[in-house]
């Protein structure tokens, strides 16, 4: 079977030829016709012997019958045999017979009295002397009549001539003849000729064949030639046009598909298709991957609109190119592959290159361009980047982890304050899948009754009365234990929980430090409000729905916000806050001196109190630039009427040196590490019990 196949698989690829196919059919066309005219010839010029046939043997009996009805009258049987033999030797007669009127044999020619038996009686031969009428046997090589032979009105008898059909087997044998003649001259003449013009006309329909199934794969072949004449010369033309168009839109398609519009640069589909054949396509390979993103590049979107942003984005893209260039410039290697994968994100895929230590060298090249200005028409703008490098196959073995050690290790540039690069390592592994189980057993905290607030009190520094405290939040998990606000607040912030439990937070406070309230504790309570909350459109109304909901006196309640968080958007902030302050509510600028607040912003913002930041308390006594600063902030504070706490108070001569310099309220562990409201209220109602202000149980005094 095999065999068969290829041997018929060149005969099946010839006949898919449209002119092959086209020059066969007319053969066969041909080859119809003609029989069909030699058939038609034949049976018409057999016809016509036929009838001569006929005719000739009319003729003869007539002539004599007459004769042998007087011989057979006379009884001269031997006469009518010499008569019979010699009608016999007539050209094409084959033999001749005379029947009595009985229907016997009486006399014939020599060769039928030898093959004939005597006295035979034909029934046809009765037939025509019975009825006077003459009649023809016929088959295919004779026709035979038989003639009554009448003498003055009498039937006699009857004579026979059979005459031969020769003719018609040397007819049919000179039609072959011709026929096969035909065939030969039409098969080497006509044929040919045929298949040529055949060839000519539709050969261009073969190539437009072979095209359509190209196209129907994918390949596309514009280079059609359009050399046939006729109707399928302007269909080769069309197609042509065609195929051209397609090539066209396709590409048009896979660049919009694989290209970025903006930066000019392959998109993200482009890179991961890309790193995926570099990478898990050859298990040798080896490389680094630099995931560069642009730091607080949406302010220059916000600020500057999206046009100069998209712009900048361009123009980092080039500039990213031309170091890239540079550092490769007679380095081994392949050619770096550099791509915009999102929004401000680029990523760099160094095939050949996993030297750590290069890697990391082209990344502070790479922070040291971006940060030089870009001239944006009339406009001068400076960036900064954060880059996260990781090397295959030592970090990952396929583009996706990849990738995503090199965005862990971005991430962790970012938190380290920007404009750094972090190079992965198994640390930051660790630490993500350590981010990861915080995060997800953190949605469940709430609802399993695992957030509580505890209090850490605030002082005046005057009476050293406990007059109020800060609400902060604590985690306890049944298997991860006591985890840290410094870990689980930054992830609450990026996951979006942030806004439930910060809320959570107002609720729980308010409620608890009202119980005391009104057992006629002269408190007060400050809340921390998260940046990422002060985002939300909703900020306002909720807060405001929860103040009214909770029942506690306004004027007692004073919200934090970071300076950084003011800093980011001041005006909004601004916005944000005012209804609420309406209500009584006052604010504070937490962590004062670490988010460049200009002093210009810092007169005109709705602030009652500012919290020096724990740092500058902290290392008071090793740098005299912190003391200062310190000193500095209390009199600005102080000159723009502001009440001011001092946080991280540890020792006495910080508490001594803050109380010379103006400070309203002091916070830190001197006093008492954040509690539990139990606690706090124990110690609460104990001072009452013992009339002090300043009386701290020993058991909290601890850090």
Not at 142 to 155: C, F, M, R, S, Y
Not at 238 to 257: D, G, N, P
């Amino acid at each position: 079977m095999a065999l068969t196949a290829v041997s018929r698989f060149p005969w099946q690829k010839l006949l898919q030829r449209v002119f092959v196919r086209s020059t066969v059919y007319m053969a066969l066309l041909l080859t119809v016709f003609a029989l069909l005219i030699a058939t038609t010839t034949f049976y018409i010029q057999a016809g016509k012997i036929e009838e001569e046939a006929r005719e000739h043997a009319s003729q003869l009996t007539v002539i004599v019958a007459p004769v042998a009805a007087r011989e057979l009258v006379q009884r001269n049987y031997r006469g009518l045999d010499q008569m019979m033999t010699s009608l016999a030797s007539e050209k094409h007669v084959v033999s001749a017979r005379v029947y009595g009127p009985e229907g016997h044999l009486v006399a014939s020619d020599d060769g039928s009295r030898r093959r004939l038996p005597a006295r035979m009686i034909d029934v046809d031969v009765l037939r025509a002397i019975f009825n006077n009428a003459s009649y023809f046997r016929e088959n295919s090589g004779h026709v035979e009549l038989i003639q009554p032979a009448v003498l003055d009105g009498t039937v006699a008898g009857a004579v026979t001539v059979l005459l031969s059909k020769e003719e018609l087997l040397g007819l049919r044998t000179a039609i072959i003849i011709q026929f096969s003649l035909l065939i030969v001259a039409m098969c080497v003449l006509f044929l040919p000729l045929v298949a040529y013009l055949m060839y000519r006309s539709t050969h261009g329909i073969s190539q437009l064949t072979r095209t359509a199934n190209e196209a129907a794969q994918g390949y596309l072949d514009a280079n059609i030639p359009t050399d046939t004449p006729g109707e399928v010369g302007e269909l080769q033309t069309a197609v042509r046009t065609m195929v051209t168009s397609w090539s066209k839109t396709i590409q048009s398609v896979e660049y919009l598909a694989n290209m970025d519009s903006v930066t000019g640069l392959p998109n993200r589909l482009k890179f991961e298709n890309t790193a995926t054949q570099l990478i898990e396509f050859n298990p040798k390979a080896r490389g680094g991957l630099l995931l560069l993103d642009l730091d607080r590049f949406k302010a220059v979107n916000d600020t500057f609109g999206h046009a100069i942003g998209d712009q900048l984005l361009k123009l980092v893209g080039e500039r990213i190119t031309a170091t890239l260039n540079e550092f490769m410039d007679g380095r081994p290697g392949a050619k770096p592959f550099i791509a915009r994968f999102s929004g401000d994100e680029f990523t760099i895929l160094l095939p050949g290159t996993d030297d750590r230590e290069q890697l990391a060298g082209l990344a502070e090249l790479l922070l040291a361009r971006i940060s030089r200005p870009f001239k944006i028409d009339h406009l001068s703008l400076r960036t900064r980047a954060s880059i996260g490098i990781a090397v295959y196959p030592e970090d990952a073995r396929s583009e996706s982890e990849l990738l995503r050690c090199a965005d862990m290790a971005m991430f962790r540039a970012k938190q380290n304050g920007r404009d750094q690069v972090m190079m992965f390592d198994q640390r930051i592994r660790d630490e993500a899948r350590e981010r990861n189980r915080i995060e997800q057993c953190l949605r469940d905290a709430e609802e399993n009754a695992e957030l509580e607030v505890h209090y850490q009190p605030k002082i005046d520094m005057i009476s050293g009365k406990w007059v109020g405290a800060e609400a902060l939040l604590r985690w306890t998990h049944p298997e991860l234990g006591r985890v840290s606000p410094v870990k689980f607040i930054p992830i609450a912030e990026e996951c979006g929980m942030m806004g439930p439990i910060g809320e959570f937070v107002l609720r729980r406070s308010l409620a608890q430090m009202k119980e005391l309230i009104d057992e006629g504790f002269d408190l007060t309570v400050a809340v921390n409000v998260a940046p990422v909350q002060l985002r939300s459109p909703y900020f306002t109304d909720r807060t405001l729905g929860i103040l009214g909901e909770s029942g506690y006196p306004l004027e007692r309640l004073e919200l934090e916000i970071t300076e950084s968080g003011v800093m980011e958007s001041p005006g909004y902030v601004e916005k944000q806050i005012a209804p609420i302050r309406e209500e009584g509510v006052r604010f504070a600028i937490d962590d004062f001196g670490t988010g460049y607040s200009s002093l210009s912003n810092l007169a005109t913002m709705p602030f009652d109190t500012l919290k020096i930041d724990r740092s500058f308390v902290m290392s008071m006594a090793e740098s005299e630039d912190r003391r200062v600063i310190v000193q500095l902030i209390l009199t600005m504070a102080k000159q723009l009427r502001m009440k001011t706490v001092a946080e991280g108070i540890e020792t006495e001569s910080q508490l001594a040196a803050l109380k010379e310099w103006g400070a309203s309220y002091g916070q830190g562990y001197l006093w008492s590490t954040p509690v539990p409201f139990a606690e706090f209220a124990r110690i609460v109602r104990g001072q009452a019990k013992e009339g002090s202000g300043t009386a701290v149980a020993p058991e909290l005094v601890s850090a």
